[in-house]
Each structure stands twice: as C-alpha cells, then as structure tokens.
C-alpha cells in the first residue's frame, strides 16, 4: 500500500484520498478475485526473480565442467510456469476489469432513472451519456493496476534483494540510478493526472454540445449555422486533444527518462562491473546474473509508471462518476402505504386536487406556481390555458411528481400525495408529453411502453381510435416499424403518444399539446380521443389549440404562476379580459393554413 500512499501525495488535488476511496468502493465487492490476482502475479514475480539466478547456475555449471540437464531443465520450468501463471493472472484481472466497469455503467444507469427529472435535465444529456460510456472505461485499467502496483512494488524489492545478495556495491549504484528515475518521474505524475482529469471533463463538454447540437439539427440546418456550431464543437475536441496531447508529451517524457536512466545505469554497471571482476572482486556469472536484473528492472519500473497513471486516470473517473450519485433519487414508497384503493370511487369526490400548491425549481428561484387551489373531477374535460410562463407545465409536473409543492398539498381520491409512493400516484395517470412524446423503438415498443403485457387487440383497438390503423397496416413491417427509419410525421407521433395514453383506462389523461400546429386528422382524432376519455375519465390538457378550449368542460385560467379564473368558454369569454385575449390568438392561429397530411 506504501505505493498507493505515494500515488496520494502526488495527487494535487487535496480530494485525492476521497476520491481513491471511491475508486476501492467499486473494486471492494472483487477483494478476493484481487488477491488471487496479487497472489498469481506474486509467484510470476518469483519465477521472473529466479531466472538470472539459474542462468548464473547454467554458467557456473559450464565453467566447472558439470552436467547442464538439470540447471536448463529448472530455466525452462520457470519459463514454463512463469508464462502459465502469467496467462492465468492476465485472464483473471481482464475479467475483473469488466466486470468492474459493468458494475459501474449499471450503477449509472440505475442512478439516472432512479433520479428526480429536475436534476436530471439540470445537466447535459451527452455529459450524462459520457459518465457511463466513457469514464467507467477508465475504471478497467485501474482496477488492475492496483494489483500491478502492489506486485510491481515487490518485484522491484526482490531484484533489488537478489542484486544485493550477487554484489552490494553494484546494487549502491544502482539504488542511486533507480532513485534519480524515481524522482523525476514523482516530479512529473501530478501534470499527467491533472491533464488526464482536465481531458474527461472537455470530453464531457463535447459529448453535450455534440448531443444537443444534434438534437436540434433541423434547426442548425435551417438557420445555416452548421459551420458555426461545428466550430464549436470542435473547439471543445480541440480542448480535449490540448489536454490529451499535453498527457501524452509528459507520460512519453516520463518513458524516456525511465528507459534512458535504466540504460545508463546499465552502462556504468557494466564498467563498474568489468573493473571488479578484474580485480576478482566478482565472478564474471555474477555479474551476467546482476545484468540480467538490471535488464529486468525495467519490468517493475514500467509496470508501476503504467499503473500510477491508469490509476490516477482512474482516481478521476471515479470522482466524475460518484457526482452522479450525488443527485438527489425520487423517494421510496412511504412505508405506512396507503390502503388500498376502493373499488368503486365515490363519483363526487374530485380525482385530483391542489391546496395552496406552491412549487419553485431551485431554493433561490422564484415560485413557478403560487398558493394554487385547483379541484379535478373525476370525469369531464379540464383545459388550462395562459400566456408562456405563466406555470402551465409545472401544474402537470406536480401532478406527475417531477417536482414536489414548497408549501400545500395534493390529493389523489382525496389522500395526500405524501401517502402514496410515485409509481402508485403515477400507475393512475396516463402522459403525453408535447415536445418528444415518443421513445426509441419500433411502433409496437410505443404502444405497449406503458403496459408491457398489452394484447395485440388492445393495440389494434387505439390505433383504430387514433385511425392510425390503415397507415400501419400499410407499412411493410407493419408495428414492427422503426420509429426512427420511417417516414412518421409529427403529427403522427402525436397520435402514437395519444394511443399508448389511452391504451388502458388512466383515471386522468393528461395532455400538453404541441404548441406547432398539426395536421386536420391528428386534430380531430385527438379531439375525438378526448371526448371519449372525458365522457369515463379525467383529462386535462394544457390547450393551444380553440377546438380544445371549445371542447372543454371547464377552462382554468392561469398568469404569473397563479389561478386567475375559471369557468365555462361562455363564462369566461363574458368575464375575462385575459381570457379573451388568449382565445382572440388561438383563433387567428386557427385561421392560418394547416398543411394536412396523415
Ligand atoms: N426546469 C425549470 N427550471 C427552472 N425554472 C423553470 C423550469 N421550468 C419552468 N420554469 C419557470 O417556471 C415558470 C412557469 O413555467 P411553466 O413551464 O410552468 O410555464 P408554462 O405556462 O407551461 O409556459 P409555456 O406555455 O411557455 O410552456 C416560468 O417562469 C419558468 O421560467
């Protein structure tokens, strides 16, 4: 461990210890497999470490005139074994170091779905992205050069030892060679993780401005902004490749001074040797033998150069990945849940309600939504309309618990949200979101995301809702359809979201319509869609669109994060300024030409 110590110090970041006890809590639950592995690399070491002793036997034996058999018989049986147990090690630490960042990349991934949606969209997707595809990469290396540095220790001690036992003078001056390598390699660790760590967090950088750039690529295209937003992102490359290449240059310096030391030191053996054999102050195998160790010197003084770098790569990685952990996970069921639901609901007790709801995205924003007093009946049709800002959203991600009230409450038949878990609260909601209502996958994987064991009938009965039916039945592979090779509109994805919401009775729909326009077919069927659901359910819409607010049973008014009225159309249009105002533009949009296509 005096090597890892060591490691620690060179670390110029004062979170070094921490962040290598994060590194040893990923390796911790392979404690035994990395004993094995120091115990292998141990008896490779001893094989490696008697080999010039036996070559020093073969030419004693040769000079006194005796049987070679044996001696070369024992030199090929340490080849032999030291080769086998080589193999053997290199096998069981290459096995571990994926099981490691295996274990690493699922504890990632489960961290981000386990995490709150506020602190998840807080941050890039692509740096995200980057944490579990290329920081747990670093993770593979380091895992095994602890092993390597402990074996690579006392590899070094055992040359040392046996160079000692052939002459001590030698071993003096090569001591004083080994020790003027080790300084200016000490010298130069601390620059090459410090540009390792500076290297990951650009690649961070580039794989977010890469992912959102791409995301929005229709927009770059239609703006003409590809050569900036290329400049851009490549400058963040460039950062990377500055720090890579500055890694590079100071590891090479590193190699170099290692490899020209030990050869120098190898030169000045070798005379200082050939002079005390002259003199008879040493035999001429001995001095093969303790050049042979000089040679193998190399060994260890490579392996401990490698595996401090990997490991201070490592250190950084697993700085990087525990953050992850850092984000706050939405909370466990509570424990004293809730009694189950009654079968029959009492018709007039409202399905949702807000009391006093007020909600803010972060300790020093200002309220999104204010004292908000809002009931839900359990069927019928509730549309919220507003100017921009004015809080729309955040009602539903308070309903969906993306985000949880500051002061007041909600109910859910009548309970407190507090006393449901969030997977209970949202198994009786059904969503469809407005801007990317559809996920990765086929058709099929859509429809049946919500309800994996949805039956094929149940998928035919909402696509015929959404009359999505014949343009499915018209594709080739039918809802085997790839989402992303197909040519579907948006307005078609709409219907796909609407279809997986409605697939099996949600007690409320919730629906934020796409704020673009969409064609005449998706119009309707959406519009048929939510009639049906309002005549057995609860939906509620947040509308941009006047045959929504005119299909509606009641419109809540929302401004500046507060209820501003509520009401009928024809009440409202006779009491409200506001609301006026708002249908006035949904109407001119209305009146703009739609494109229709199905
Ligand atoms: N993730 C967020 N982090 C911080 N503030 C937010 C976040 N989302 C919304 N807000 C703020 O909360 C307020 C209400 O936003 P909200 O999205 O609920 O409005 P909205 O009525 O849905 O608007 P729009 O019609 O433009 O979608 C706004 O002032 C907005 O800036």
């Given at each position: 461990?005096?090597h890892?110590?060591s490691?620690?110090?060179?670390?110029?970041?004062?979170?070094?210890?921490?962040?290598?006890?994060?590194?040893?809590?990923?390796?911790?639950?392979?404690?035994?497999?990395?004993?094995?592995?120091?115990?292998?690399?141990?008896?490779a070491n001893?094989?490696?470490?008697?080999?010039?002793?036996?070559?020093?036997?073969?030419?004693?034996?040769?000079?006194?005139?005796?049987?070679?058999?044996?001696?070369?018989?024992?030199?090929?049986?340490?080849?032999?074994l030291?080769a086998?147990v080589g193999?053997w090690?290199?096998?069981?630490?290459?096995?571990?170091?994926?099981?490691?960042?295996?274990?690493?990349r699922?504890?990632?991934?489960?961290?981000?779905f386990r995490?709150?949606v506020?602190?998840?969209?807080?941050?890039p997707?692509?740096?995200?992205?980057?944490?579990a595809?290329?920081?747990?990469?670093?993770?593979?290396?380091a895992?095994?050069?602890?092993?390597?540095?402990?074996?690579?220790?006392?590899?070094?001690?055992?040359?040392?030892v046996?160079?000692?036992?052939?002459d001590?003078?030698l071993l003096?001056?090569?001591?004083?060679?080994?020790?003027v390598?080790?300084?200016?390699m000490g010298?130069?660790?601390p620059?090459?993780?410090?540009?390792?760590?500076?290297?990951?967090e650009?690649?961070?950088r580039?794989?977010?401005?890469?992912?959102?750039?791409?995301?929005a690529?229709?927009?770059?295209?239609?703006?003409?902004?590809?050569a900036?937003?290329?400049e851009r992102?490549?400058?963040?490359a460039?950062?990377?490749?500055?720090?890579?290449?500055?890694?590079?240059?100071?590891t090479a310096?590193?190699?170099?001074?290692?490899?020209t030391?030990?050869?120098?030191?190898v030169?000045?053996?070798?005379?200082?040797?050939?002079?005390?054999a002259?003199?008879?102050?040493l035999e001429?195998?001995?001095?093969?033998?303790?050049?042979?160790?000089?040679?193998q010197?190399?060994?260890?003084?490579?392996?401990?150069?490698?595996?401090?770098?990997?490991?201070?790569?490592g250190?950084a990685?697993?700085?990087?990945?525990?953050e992850?952990?850092?984000?706050?996970?939405?909370?466990?069921a509570p424990?004293?849940?809730?009694?189950a639901?009654?079968a029959?609901?009492?018709?007039?007790q409202?399905?949702l309600?807000?009391?006093r709801v007020?909600?803010?995205?972060g300790?020093?924003?200002?309220?999104?939504?204010r004292?908000?007093?809002?009931v839900?009946?359990?069927?019928?049709?509730?549309?919220?309309?507003?100017?921009?800002?004015?809080?729309?959203?955040?009602?539903?991600?308070l309903?969906?618990?993306?985000?949880?009230?500051?002061?007041?409450?909600?109910?859910l038949?009548?309970?407190?949200?507090?006393?449901?878990?969030h997977?209970?609260?949202?198994?009786?909601?059904?969503?469809?979101?407005?801007?990317t209502?559809?996920?990765?996958?086929?058709?099929r994987?859509?429809?049946?995301?919500?309800?994996p064991d949805a039956?094929d009938e149940?998928?035919r009965?909402?696509?015929?809702?959404v009359?999505?039916d014949?343009k499915?039945?018209?594709?080739?592979?039918?809802?085997?359809?790839?989402?992303?090779?197909?040519?579907?509109?948006?307005?078609?994805?709409?219907?796909?979201?609407?279809?997986r919401?409605?697939l099996r009775?949600?007690?409320v729909?919730?629906?934020?319509?796409?704020?673009?326009?969409v064609?005449?077919l998706?119009?309707?069927?959406l519009?048929?869609c939510?009639?049906?659901r309002?005549?057995?359910?609860?939906?509620?819409?947040?509308a941009?669109r006047?045959?929504?607010?005119?299909?509606?049973?009641?419109?809540?008014?929302?401004?500046?994060g507060?209820?501003?009225?509520?009401?009928?159309?024809?009440?409202?249009?006779?009491s409200?300024?506001?609301?006026?105002?708002?249908?006035?533009?949904?109407?001119?949009?209305?009146e703009?030409?739609?494109?229709?296509?199905?």
């Amino acid at each position: 461990m005096e090597h890892i110590c060591s490691i620690q110090g060179m670390e110029s970041s004062n979170r070094a210890l921490p962040r290598l006890r994060t590194l040893t809590s990923f390796l911790a639950p392979y404690r035994r497999t990395m004993l094995l592995g120091l115990g292998l690399g141990l008896a490779a070491n001893a094989a490696g470490l008697a080999t010039p002793m036996v070559t020093k036997w073969v030419l004693d034996t040769l000079g006194a005139g005796g049987s070679m058999a044996r001696p070369i018989g024992v030199l090929l049986l340490l080849v032999v074994l030291g080769a086998a147990v080589g193999l053997w090690q290199w096998r069981l630490l290459g096995t571990l170091a994926e099981h490691i960042v295996l274990d690493a990349r699922t504890a990632i991934v489960r961290h981000y779905f386990r995490a709150r949606v506020g602190d998840l969209q807080r941050r890039p997707t692509g740096e995200l992205v980057t944490r579990a595809t290329s920081d747990t990469q670093l993770l593979r290396e380091a895992s095994s050069s602890i092993v390597g540095l402990v074996n690579a220790g006392i590899a070094l001690v055992g040359t040392l030892v046996l160079m000692g036992v052939l002459d001590l003078f030698l071993l003096g001056c090569t001591i004083a060679a080994v020790l003027v390598v080790a300084a200016v390699m000490g010298a130069l660790m601390p620059r090459i993780a410090a540009a390792q760590t500076a290297a990951q967090e650009s690649m961070g950088r580039l794989g977010g401005a890469l992912e959102g750039a791409l995301r929005a690529v229709r927009t770059v295209k239609a703006s003409r902004a590809e050569a900036r937003v290329t400049e851009r992102i490549v400058a963040d490359a460039r950062q990377v490749a500055t720090h890579s290449v500055r890694s590079a240059v100071v590891t090479a310096s590193v190699w170099t001074i290692a490899w020209t030391g030990i050869q120098l030191a190898v030169i000045v053996i070798l005379g200082v040797g050939a002079w005390r054999a002259q003199r008879d102050l040493l035999e001429i195998s001995s001095l093969i033998a303790f050049l042979l160790y000089v040679f193998q010197l190399m060994g260890p003084i490579t392996e401990l150069t490698q595996n401090t770098t990997a490991l201070q790569a490592g250190i950084a990685a697993a700085g990087r990945i525990r953050e992850v952990e850092s984000m706050a996970v939405e909370p466990a069921a509570p424990a004293t849940t809730a009694t189950a639901r009654p079968a029959t609901p009492d018709p007039d007790q409202p399905v949702l309600e807000f009391r006093r709801v007020t909600a803010r995205y972060g300790p020093d924003a200002p309220p999104a939504v204010r004292e908000v007093d809002l009931v839900v009946p359990r069927r019928g049709h509730t549309a919220i309309v507003g100017p921009s800002g004015a809080g729309k959203t955040t009602l539903f991600s308070l309903v969906l618990r993306f985000l949880e009230p500051e002061h007041g409450q909600l109910l859910l038949d009548g309970r407190p949200y507090a006393t449901y878990g969030h997977d209970e609260v949202r198994s009786r909601l059904a969503y469809v979101e407005q801007e990317t209502p559809v996920v990765p996958g086929t058709i099929r994987d859509n429809l049946r995301f919500t309800h994996p064991d949805a039956s094929d009938e149940e998928i035919r009965a909402v696509l015929r809702a959404v009359r999505l039916d014949e343009k499915v039945d018209s594709l080739p592979e039918g809802l085997d359809t790839l989402l992303s090779s197909t040519e579907v509109s948006g307005g078609q994805r709409q219907r796909i979201a609407l279809a997986r919401a409605m697939l099996r009775t949600p007690d409320v729909l919730l629906l934020d319509e796409a704020t673009a326009q969409v064609d005449g077919l998706t119009e309707a069927a959406l519009q048929e869609c939510v009639r049906q659901r309002a005549a057995v359910g609860a939906v509620v819409t947040i509308a941009h669109r006047l045959s929504t607010v005119l299909d509606a049973d009641r419109i809540v008014v929302m401004e500046n994060g507060r209820i501003r009225t509520q009401g009928t159309h024809a009440e409202l249009l006779a009491s409200d300024d506001l609301y006026r105002r708002l249908v006035e533009a949904l109407r001119i949009a209305a009146e703009e030409p739609v494109a229709v296509g199905a």
